[in-house]
């Protein structure tokens, strides 16, 4: 079974500063992996996805992820945030037999001015 | 495409009764998720169809909870009878089949049940 663990809940930051978000996911096939991001009272929007190839992978919108295989990680990294930012943001794994989706309990990332 | 859409908004009803939540995908998706979203337990897969044929229900939480999928244009999340630990936001998502890595969520069902 997969699972995926978001350790941080809740993540302040001012706005400028550097962020990550970290994920770390257990499966015993190759996966998917995924970051999701939602907005107050909206469903959750694609922020971006690692399928294959290269382990960096980036958003429109300056955010990045970096698959890790041998540490099962899939941390998101924003070099500088901005107050827009404030969400809350899924990592997700997904088995590429099924395209069942797992996501992770959530971080509400929250920027200060 | 106006996405997927959910109904209602908002649901508040009182304990025992029933409740159905609605979902239309966006046309030509072949698969469909239900979700619950807590505080608690962030995001649970709850049931997901292909084709609509249910493929895994393991997340449906007990007997209270029924799901269809009639056609491929409609779908419906049935509780009864409700309790107040039902109360969550539930999420429709679909899927195309040409696009198998990205899900396209609704905007919720806000549910309380008092």
């Known amino acids: 079974a997969q699972s995926v663990t978001q350790l941080d809940s809740q993540v302040p930051v001012f706005e400028e500063a550097p962020v990550e978000l970290r994920c770390n996911y257990s499966?015993?096939?190759?996966?998917?992996l995924f970051w999701y991001v939602q907005y107050p009272n909206q469903g959750l929007q694609l922020l971006l996805k690692?399928?294959?190839?290269?382990?960096l992978v980036e958003s429109i919108n300056g955010f990045e992820a970096e698959f890790n295989k041998s540490q099962t990680s899939f941390h998101l990294r924003k070099p500088s945030v901005h107050i827009s930012d404030t969400a809350e943001y899924f990592c997700?794994?997904?088995?590429?037999?099924?395209?069942?989706?797992?996501f992770g309990t959530g971080t509400r990332l929250k920027v200060l001015a | 495409d106006a996405g997927v859409i959910q109904s209602p908004r908002h649901e508040v009803t009182e304990m025992g009764q029933e409740v159905t939540l609605r979902c239309k995908p966006i046309?030509?998706?072949?698969?469909l998720f239900w979700y619950r979203q807590t505080m608690m337990r962030g995001l649970e897969l709850l049931i997901y169809?292909?084709?609509?044929?249910?493929?895994?229900d393991s997340g449906m939480p007990e007997d209270r909870f029924s799901a269809k999928m009639p056609n491929a244009s409609f779908s419906t999340l049935k509780i009864q009878p409700s309790e107040p630990r039902d109360s969550a936001v539930y999420f429709c998502a679909s899927r195309s089949g040409t696009d198998n890595e990205k899900l396209f969520f609704g905007s919720g069902t806000q549910l309380s049940v008092l």
């Open positions: 169809f292909n084709n609509n044929v249910p493929i895994d």
């Open positions: 997700a794994v997904s088995d590429p037999g099924t395209y069942k989706y797992i």
């Open positions: 046309s030509g998706h072949n698969s």
């Open positions: 499966s015993s096939v190759s996966v998917y």
């Open positions: 690692y399928l294959s190839g290269s382990t």
